[in-house]
């Protein structure tokens, strides 16, 4: 009996023991898939179509650099078409749309190229339903990059920036994922020793790009540390050379109005010393043509020359009612205005032309742009200096695009004045902190040895009556007139880099920041400093006949 109820014991114990080892199995199962899941890398791979993103018949996704354009390419046949606001935003500004020519124009430093769109996708320029595309060939010949072409997703890879590019090696074969983790699908395959572009550190993963259009991320420890480096290219372009002046510039604005006034250029400098170009203001745009008025005289340039002046003539945009962006949009005006400006400077004898177009709108600014290279051309094979005026940079002004003026013209003035004007509160017209971050900001765009400094010879009376600010520009002696007149002595604030002086008068109170000897010693001094090409004054009778040896001093210290 005893015997029987263990049998049935057992029995009863083996499916426990069974279900027991089940569960053991199953929990070790489970333990496994949890391991696999967790730390097993996914062989799964990314569908490219859904990462570059859907396109239409005869699309192309464009991956450039390390960003995957929204803008997509075209193509006719084998030929690929980038889209020109996508060529001039980031690869070569240098392509200008003459919409009413139907042609792209092409500055090149010795010669203006011109090359007719067609409305079939068979030439360098492709105008497709009224967007403008450049064959990827005429991109090239002009601008140095790389591009990489693929099918199935159609796509092209384009590579532009080969200097100072942050990368890392590969240390042992891999794969880029889609994102960082080793769960995320691969997107491509990478060997070792291959060298990526090295974008952003996280925790254990490093996004990178690849140079055929790849952008994702890498496990850290498959990298070399991040270095810059350069890489060697064999691209070659026409480089442009420059129109300087061995001895620093010291440039005065002489303004002429009339043909007659040119006459008195002799009293005008009769008590000068140390200026070697004189800029009279004898050009100005009189029509959207690009018809310029012209008080030019051979005489006035002879005579500058006795003196040891070189001449560069100005023309303005200061005519009322004349479109500056209408003018300067039209390729028939601004040949125009080039045409004139040049026939006038080899006819009377002069050494250069200063630009000075003022109070520019955005819109205008690819169309000066194109002005000042097309200008240079004709300047440059005539041996004649360019010069271009700027206000201090701020934001509102980026349009002026200094970076590509410093590349195309021979030297680039700061308008270091104007801080505060007509209509502003009262206040400095150039304060010393306020011009020093003006060349700052210009010379980080800008090569400062072809950068000038201009400043001012006059100064503002500001008058306060009853809440109501008004302003006269004076001149150097007429400011010390003012003082004297009133009793008022004026203190050196270092703050501004000036003498101040207020004083009330007539239920008036008046308030004057003065240009004077130890303001523009100040001032001329930041020539030395960051290594400027000269300086320039605005202008000439407004200064004191003593302040001529005060910028000598200075600016031979530069030198």
Known sequence: MKHETEKQMKKQQKPIVIVCILILVLAAVGVGMHFIKKYIPTKERMDLTEYYGQTGEDEMTVILGTDIMETKAVKSGDRVYLPLDMVNTYLNQRYYWDSANQQILYATPSELQYYPASESGDSEVWLKAGSVYLNLDFVKKFTDLDAYVYDNPSRIAIQHQFTSVNTATVKKDTSIRYRGGIKSPILTDVSEGTTLIYMEALEDWVQVATTDGYIGYIQKDKLSDMEKKDFERDFQKEEYTYLTMEDKVNLSWHQVTTQEANAYLADSIANISGVNVISPTWFYIQDTAGNIGNIASADYVSLAHEKGLKVWGLI????????????????????????????????????????????????????????????????????????????????????????????????????????????????????????????????????????????????????????????????????????????????????????????????????????DAQSIAEKVKLIQKYNLAGVAQWKLGFENSSIWQTISDNLQAAS
């Not at 200063?354 to 109070?359: A, K, T």
């Not at 590509?404 to 030297?411: K, N, P, R, T």
């Not at 006269?472 to 007139?481: K, V």
């Open 316 to 515: 303005d945009n200061f005519t009322a009612d004349v479109s500056t962006t209408d003018t300067l949009s039209q390729l028939a005006s601004r040949q125009n205005i080039i045409q004139q400006l040049v026939q006038t400077a080899l006819s009377v004898g002069l050494d250069g032309i200063n630009v000075d177009f003022e109070s520019l709108s955005e819109d205008a600014g690819p169309h000066f742009l194109e002005f000042l290279r097309e200008l240079s051309i004709e300047c440059h094979k005539n041996n004649l200096v360019v010069s271009v005026d700027n206000p201090v940079p701020e934001d509102f002004t980026s349009h002026y695009d200094r970076k590509e003026q410093g590349l195309v013209v021979d030297y680039i003035i700061i308008m270091g004045y104007d801080e505060h004007y007509v209509g502003s509160d009262a206040g400095s017209v150039a304060s010393l902190p306020w011009v020093e971050q003006g060349v700052q900001d210009t010379i980080a765009e800008v090569t400062p040895e072809r950068t000038i400094l201009a400043i001012p010879f006059y100064t503002r009376l500001w008058k306060t009556t009853g809440g109501a600010v008004t302003s006269e520009a004076i001149g150097m002696d007429e400011a010390q007139n003012v003082l004297s007149t009133n009793g008022v002595e004026a203190v050196w604030d270092g703050s501004v880099g000036q003498n101040y002086a207020t004083f009330e008068q007539d239920n008036s109170t008046y308030q004057i920041w003065l240009e």
